[in-house]
């Protein structure tokens, strides 16, 4: 279930997704450690957490914190494979059964542009 927070997360930036290795917006236990993104992601597979591994299918929460577009994330590349989805100001802060599959992750504006070089 998405479900509202008073405030964004680990002091997710306003205008941007952030995404969490762990469940309950945390990685290893930090909460400031987070993945962002201002459009999308195509690969998250060029993407590294600072101590273990890549981002790519290595995501367990994540928070929308724009303030204009849904925001959503993708088994596969290039925004396919739809796995979740967050209005504006919405988290899941487990991400169940779509844990550890994110591979692509953007704004709406990543799904109708996907080949926009905003969301490489
Ligand atoms: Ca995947």
């Known amino acids: 279930m998405a479900t509202p927070a008073m405030a964004a997360p680990g002091g997710c930036p306003s205008g941007q997704t952030c995404l969490w ?4 917006y945390t990685t290893g236990g930090v909460d400031w450690i987070y993945f962002v993104y201002t ?3 195509n690969d998250l597979r060029n993407y590294q957490w600072s101590f273990n591994g890549t981002v790519n299918d290595n995501v367990s929460s994540w928070y929308n ?6 925001s959503f994330i993708f088994d596969n590349l290039n925004f396919q ?3 979740s ?8 802060d487990n ?3 779509a844990s550890d599959r994110a591979t692509s992750a953007g704004f ?3 799904l109708n542009n996907p080949t926009s070089a905003k969301c490489v």
């Open 85 to 92: 989805y967050l209005p504006i100001k919405f988290g899941r």
């Open 108 to 110: 709406r504006f990543c």
């Open 39 to 41: 459009n999308g992601a």
């Open 81 to 83: 494979g739809q796995l």
């Open 21 to 24: 290795k762990d469940i309950n």
């Open 65 to 70: 914190n724009g303030n204009t577009e849904a």
């Open 95 to 97: 991400l169940g059964n």
